[in-house]
């Protein structure tokens, strides 16, 4: 049971952001940009990093949800995902994915851990700036949403089929269609 009355029976941060839509918007606003956004990095790869970056830590709402994400739009599905979450280094993943997890697992250790040789390793691979920069930023975003789902001990299902359920309309429709929609005069709720 979550810490807070959320007034919601929504699992996870999806109950925190229809509790509070007025933060819950420009949060769900920046996962659909750096999560669905332009960008050279496939929507399923960077939902594994932020898959990757919920596991380590610990957040079971959002390696779970993340986890479906990615495996609903990476080749390779759900075995995929459950091999780069148990070892990046040895997964079946081209070289610039396992170094760019390899960044993004140094920022959930702290952001001066991401290191010249990461990068270097990185660029090797064929990873650009603004790839290395995204991974950093989803990196560091996760690690703040992961604990604000779990600071407020938010209700994570423990059976994978719910998370499954959650993939299609996330890559259907977005991270917008998770909040509720305004009433006639605007407000939400």
Known sequence: MPHIDLNNDQPGIVG???YRPETGRPMSELAE???RGPGTLGRGERELIAAHVSALNECAFCAGSHSA???AQLDG???LVEQASE???TAPLPAKMKALLAIAGAVTRGGREVTPELVKEARLHG???PEIHDTVLIAAVFC???RYVDGLDTVAPADPAAYTA???PIVAHGYLSVLPSPDREGRTG
């Open 166 to 168: 959650m993939a299609g």
């Open 33 to 35: 940009v750096l999560l």
């Open 127 to 129: 990873a650009t700036d």
């Open 16 to 18: 925190l952001f229809q």
């Open 144 to 146: 703040m949403f992961n």
């Open 69 to 71: 994400f990615a495996a």
């Open 87 to 89: 070892d990046p280094a």
């Open 77 to 79: 599905g759900a075995e």
